[in-house]
T-cell receptor, first 113, second 116 residues
């Protein structure tokens, strides 16, 4: 079973609204990363939050991490049509002699003009 | 600055054929990775390479081989393609070794592979 699972699977909003995506995971982690994937393209790293951090900001992005609940959220404020993409959380855990990046199945975000 | 470049972008194979997917990065990264992405699932690690001359298995290595030709290039080979290997394949790289967890991975745009 997957380490990270995003919720919701799909989200449809209007430009200017906020978008919130959640990620839950199962085991202790070193850090958690969020990536964006535009249609037909590779993943692009958005933000990394360490296990001892609770909140991090980058431009219109806000990420929170609650290690007691094993969950993280990604908030995109004042969304734009260009934010339309799939968003993946990836947990980093040490297993088999290296730090694995374990991806969830992603949230598909559609932002309508 | 090209980043991570993958070739080809698309390929159709018949069952039993072989092919090599190419990946090159120009960021002087030590670690390189091959993933596959299937509908409704996250990326799954096939193989990774911590440095030139070293490779290790990931979660789903069966049916694949890899070569770390030099620091820049990391290729993935399907010796006898099967329909179950129809997927989108992504190469990634990052600074530092596989023990370093605080560096992001940089991805290519993928190779879309269909096996009939």
């Amino acid at each position: 079973s997957q380490q990270g699972e995003e919720d919701p699977q799909a989200l449809s909003i209007q430009e200017g609204e906020n978008a919130t995506m959640n990620c839950s995971y199962k085991t202790s982690i070193n850090n958690l990363q969020w990536y964006r994937q535009n249609s037909g393209r590779g993943l692009v790293h958005l933000i990394l939050i360490r296990s001892n951090e609770r909140e991090k900001h980058s431009g219109r992005l806000r990420v929170t991490l609650d290690t007691s609940k094993k969950s993280s959220s990604l908030l995109i404020t004042a969304s734009r049509a260009a934010d339309t993409a799939s968003y993946f959380c990836a947990t980093v855990l040490f297993s088999g002699g290296y730090n694995k990046l374990i991806f969830g199945a992603g949230t598909r975000l559609a932002v309508h003009p | 600055n090209a980043g991570v470049t993958q070739t080809p972008k698309f390929q159709v194979l018949k069952t039993g054929q072989s092919m090599t997917l190419q990946c090159a990065q120009d960021m002087n990264h030590n670690s390189m990775y091959w993933y596959r992405q299937d509908p409704g699932m996250g990326l799954r690690l096939i193989y990774y390479s911590a440095s030139e001359g070293t490779t290790d298995k990931g979660e789903v290595p069966n049916g694949y081989n890899v070569s770390r030709l030099n620091k820049r290039e990391f290729s993935l080979r399907l010796e006898s393609a099967a329909p179950s290997q129809t997927s989108v394949y992504f190469c990634a790289s990052k600074w530092g070794g596989p023990i370093n967890s605080n560096q992001p991975q940089h991805f290519g745009d993928g190779t879309r592979l269909s096996i009939l």
